[in-house]
């Protein structure tokens, strides 16, 4: 009788109270940390982490309630501003604050508090000049521009990608690119000078040169890159196959890597957009995906999931295995196209759900679509397992990660599936670190100031290879920055010869 009236006084204080109460939250012992508290890092979206922790010090494991904390963020003057901010619960005990700035402001005072008593270090003065996204204040240090950025110092995909070219001729690369590519392929033909962006497109379907277009016109707001041209494939498949050598080789662009090609690897269009658009026209991004994880790892179900469209013969075999093995595998297609005559024999069609449902189940099957699946990032964000089919496509970050650490492989044919989902069921708790480790690779490694980290090491790294002077070449049109007529801004930067890495 005792232990159920402790329990029912326990729960009451947890409704009435809050759990920061039963925790033992200390404001002064939490963590706070992140570029997000820094005057210098521009980002379309900056953020910080807030690490909960008990009055010994302890970080807690568990959410203590998603509101537990608040975040304001405003000019020191008083004056007016219009600064969104989320504070998202991770239910790991810590918390991604994300704000975005509409206008440019001079003295930031970021206040952080729970229970109207300051956290860690709050207040944080942000001093000088802070610029929003769409103030075009170039760094000329790019030394400096990589150290606040905290810019990885090499990156071992973009040196194996220019391995094979030494040396780049424009000259050369203007006329035979298109030559070669352009009658059944989309490109684009990019030359960057004096920071400034000038384009040609080759091809029928050039839609998807939005997505380069707005990375690169944001990442010569942030920082000055060196003269350079390049041509980017804007097609999914890859386009130089391996069996070219020079002096016929030819460097492309793309967003995904084969095995059997050589193209030079971006970050897909995907995460290019989710990276610029966070908290604005995409609900899908690395940010919120964290705060949307589903339940507790013990509250999924056991079951392995997929969705998604017909796009290669492995996921129609996938929704065959589901059918024969519905207790363990939950595969439906969403949508037909390249096999609509096999509809009758796969389908019917089941509705889409919201991406953040997939967490609801324990094991996450990543599948090929035309190309890589990519998809892949935001599932290993999401906290389950992640079971990835062996392929030859890649993305940017694919050779960085490691099987049976970040997630567990199965042959290209599904033939060990069955087995490698048997086998996480008989490994739950070593499973559950290889979910943990997949999260955290994604945390540390592909959040926003990563991205344009990637993309400027690669354009400096090929321009340094160019045997002749860029040009602006016949044809090619100036890609203009974006007009910010409601929060114009003014750069306090002083120019300055750029320093070379």
Not at 204 to 226: C, E, G, N, P
Not at 326 to 337: G, L, R, V, W
Not at 340 to 353: C, F, N, Q, R, S
Not at 487 to 495: D, E, G, I, L, S
Request: net charge neutral; aromatic share 14%; hydrophobic share 35%.
């Amino acid at each position: 009788m005792y232990g159920l009236w402790v329990g029912w006084l326990t729960l009451t204080l947890l409704i009435h109270y809050g759990a920061e109460i039963v925790l033992g939250l200390s404001a002064k012992r939490c963590l706070v940390w992140g570029s997000g508290l820094q005057s210098e890092v521009v980002l379309p979206v900056r953020y910080f982490f807030i690490q909960a922790a008990d009055k010994s010090g302890r970080n807690l494991s568990t959410s203590p309630g998603e509101n537990v904390f608040s975040v304001g963020i405003s000019p020191i003057d008083g004056s007016r501003s219009r600064i969104w901010v989320q504070v998202l619960d991770r239910h790991d005990g810590s918390f991604l604050v994300r704000y975005k700035m509409y206008g440019s402001y001079e003295d930031l005072r970021i206040s952080i508090t729970f229970k109207e008593k300051h956290v860690s270090k709050s207040p944080y003065i942000l001093k000088g000049n802070i610029y929003h996204e769409l103030c075009p204040c170039a760094q000329h240090d790019t030394v400096s521009w990589r150290t606040y950025m905290q810019c990885q110092p090499r990156y071992e995909q973009i040196e194996r990608d220019l391995l094979p070219f030494p040396t780049v001729d424009p000259e050369k690369i203007a006329q035979e690119i298109p030559k070669r590519f352009s009658r059944f392929h989309s490109l684009c033909h990019y030359t960057i000078k004096d920071n400034k962006i000038y384009r040609r497109t080759f091809g029928q379907h050039v839609d998807f040169k939005m997505f380069m277009d707005a990375i690169l016109l944001s990442l010569t707001r942030k920082v000055y890159l060196s003269d350079v041209e390049f041509f980017v494939n804007l097609g999914d498949w890859p386009l130089e196959k391996k069996e070219v050598t020079d002096p016929a080789l030819l460097p492309v662009f793309s967003w995904c890597g084969s095995d059997e090609t050589q193209d030079l690897v971006m970050p897909t269009y995907d995460i290019t957009e989710s990276t610029l658009e966070t908290m604005g026209r995409v609900s899908l991004d690395l940010m919120y995906v964290q705060a949307n994880t589903g339940p507790v790892w013990h509250n999924k179900t056991n079951l392995a999931f997929w969705r998604g469209r017909d796009s290669r013969q492995e996921r129609l075999d996938l929704v065959r295995m589901s059918r024969k093995h519905p207790h363990i595998i939950d595969a439906a297609i969403t949508n037909f196209f390249f096999f609509k005559h096999d509809e009758a024999l796969y389908g019917p069609t089941v509705a889409p759900i919201s991406f953040f449902d997939f967490f609801n189940h324990k094991y996450q099957i990543n599948l090929d679509g035309t190309v890589a699946a990519y998809r892949l990032p935001y599932l290993l964000a999401g906290g389950s397992l992640v079971l990835k089919q062996d392929s030859s496509y890649y993305e940017f970050f694919y050779k960085d990660l490691v099987p049976w650490k970040h997630y567990v492989p199965f042959r290209r044919d599904l033939g060990d599936l069955m087995d490698k989902i048997q086998w996480a069921k008989d490994h739950d708790e070593e499973v559950q670190k290889i979910a943990k480790e997949g999260q955290e690779f994604i945390r540390n490694n592909l959040m926003s100031e990563q991205i344009f980290c990637y993309y400027q090491s690669l354009l400096e790294a090929y321009a340094k290879r160019h045997t002749s002077v860029p040009k602006i070449r016949q044809g090619m049109e100036l890609v203009e920055q974006p007009k910010d007529d409601l929060f114009p801004c003014t750069c306090h930067r002083k120019h300055q010869m750029k320093d070379e890495l």
